[in-house]
C-alpha cells in the first residue's frame, strides 16, 4: 500500500544524485567485465566526478591500462541506505556510467550518464544539471539526525502522526523517520504485509541543522495543536 499523503516539495533528481553520491560510503564498480566492491575508496569532484582509490592488484587497473586509448566504459552503483531499520531500507540507487581515466594515482570517472532510482522508478539525470547541483545541505547529518530522533525521541515521531491523514496510518503496526532533506521529513509507515511514506513539508527550507531544529519544532507545535493521536486511535480501533 503507496502513501496517500500529497508530496510536497523535495529536492529535485540531480540533488538527490549528489546526496546519494555524497553520503555512500561503499560502491560496486563493473569496468571492462570486472566487477569489484569497494568501501570508503571513493571522493567526489565538485563537479560530481568520482575518484577511486584502488589496490595496485586491481582488475580495474589492469583494465584501465589494457583498454583502448586506456578509458573502459565503467558502471559504478552506489545505494542510498536508510539509517533507520525499517522494511525495505534502499531508499535510492544511483548508477553512474562513464569512462575511467588513471588520475594522480587514482581512476576517476566523469559521468556520461547518471541514473536515480527511487520508489517512485528510475529517472535519468540530465548531466549539466547533475554537474552544477551540490548535495542537500542537510545530506551529512541525516543519519545521525534520523537515528536520534527515532532512538531518543519515539514519542515525538508518534506525535507526528497527528500530521499524517487518517487513511495512510489504517492497520499501521510501526511509524518510523524514513528520511530528512531541507523541505521536510517523511515517515515510512509499516503494516503487517505492506509500507508507505508520506512526506510532512518544512514551512520554509532548512539550510542547516539549526534551521532544522525550528522547522520540526512548527511540525511538533502543528501536530500538538491536533487531536486525537491518530495513530493511536489506528491501533485502538484494531484492538477492539
Known sequence: MGDTQD??????????????????WSCAVTADGVREEYVGAHTVTEDGAVRL???DDSGLIAATLCAPRQEPSA?????????VPVRNRVRARLWL????????????LRPTRVVLRQSSGPVVVDLDEFTAARPDPLAGAESRLLTHLADAHPDAVER????????SLHAATRVAPLAVD?????????RTRAHGDVRLPFHAPA??????????HVLLAQAAATCPRALQRQRADGDG
Open 160 to 167: 507526528l502522526t497527528r500530521l499524517v491523514r487518517p487513511e
Open 182 to 190: 531541507r523541505h521536510g521529513l517523511t515517515l515510512r509507515i509499516e
Open 97 to 108: 556510467s562513464g569512462w575511467f581515466a588513471p588520475s594522480e594515482g587514482t581512476l576517476l
Open 207 to 216: 539550510d542547516d541543522v539549526s534551521q532544522l531544529t525550528e522547522r520540526m
Open 53 to 55: 582509490t584502488v589496490p
Open 7 to 24: 508530496w510536497t516539495a523535495a529536492p529535485g533528481a540531480a540533488e538527490r544524485a549528489r546526496s546519494v553520491l555524497a553520503t555512500a
Open 75 to 83: 558502471l559504478l552503483e552506489f545505494a542510498d541506505v536508510a539509517p
